[in-house]
Antibody, heavy 124, light 110 residues
Framework: EVQLLESGGGLVHPGGSLRLSCAAS????????MGWVRQAPGKGLEWVSV????????YYADSVKGRFTISRDNSKNTLHLQMNSLRAEDTAVYHC?????????????????WGQGTLVTVSS | QSALTQPPSASGSPGQSVTISCTGT?????????VSWYQHHPGTAPKLMIY???KRPSGVPDRFSGSKSGNTASLTVSGLQAEDEADYYC??????????FGTGTKVTVL
């Protein structure tokens, strides 16, 4: 059974940093691209970032480019999202999600399994 | 990249059908057959219901179907059941390795 468990959320001041983690199990982690999708309070889903199975390719939404860094440790089946220069508009539940293929492309541009998410609140 | 447009709400009685639209542009929905649909009960993990416009993952009931015409994709839920009450989101590949989600539709089973 595929399981994705996010951690690392919390309250942070504007301009601060936070690192999210996602522990994966139930599948061959290194074979699949992984991503993050967020949902601000009362809002819809927003794609944030994706990393290929090997970790060699990364992709970001314009809203987080230059501030967030996605990475993965295939030896520990763990996905990370380093978030810097946080803004109030980054407040959201961040979901970790698995892609159906090892790369991110049009054909594989969806998520077949998701975690429940971790809440990040950016406020002074 | 602007969010795809969905109606805020839709409803139907048990056993009836409800159809949710997802309108984009020729740069996303209309340009690719890579539309997906997700069911989300708040506080839980979203669930993939449809991918590549009309394909169902294993385990998803055939009451759920997807289609696309031009820049608009649609999700139809037939034979509505109480457990279908949830938020539904579409998504589409938008080129250059970008993904865009819809604004979301809350489905209520009357």
């Amino acid at each position: 059974e595929v399981q994705l468990l996010e951690s690392g959320g919390g309250l942070v001041h504007p301009g601060g940093s936070l690192r999210l983690s996602c522990a994966a199990s139930g599948f061959t982690f290194s074979a699949y691209a992984m991503g993050w999708v967020r949902q601000a309070p009362g809002k819809g889903l927003e794609w944030v970032s994706v990393i290929s199975g090997s970790g060699g390719s990364t992709y970001y939404a314009d809203s987080v480019k230059g501030r967030f860094t996605i990475s993965r440790d295939n030896s520990k089946n763990t996905l990370h999202l380093q978030m810097n220069s946080l803004r109030a508009e980054d407040t959201a539940v961040y979901h970790c999600a698995k892609c159906p293929g090892g790369i991110w492309s049009g054909y594989y541009s969806y998520f077949d399994y998701w975690g429940q998410g971790t809440l990040v609140t950016v406020s002074s | 990249q602007s969010a795809l447009t969905q109606p805020p709400s839709a409803s139907g009685s048990p056993g009836q059908s409800v159809t949710i639209s997802c309108t984009g542009t020729s740069s996303d929905v209309g340009g690719y057959n890579y539309v997906s649909w997700y069911q989300h009960h708040p506080g839980t993990a979203p669930k993939l219901m449809i991918y590549e416009v009309s394909k169902r993952p294993s385990g998803v009931p055939d009451r759920f179907s997807g289609s696309k015409s031009g820049n608009t994709a649609s999700l139809t839920v037939s034979g509505l059941q109480a457990e279908d009450e949830a938020d539904y989101y579409c998504s589409s590949y938008a080129g250059s390795n970008n993904l865009v989600f819809g604004t979301g539709t809350k489905v209520t089973v009357l």
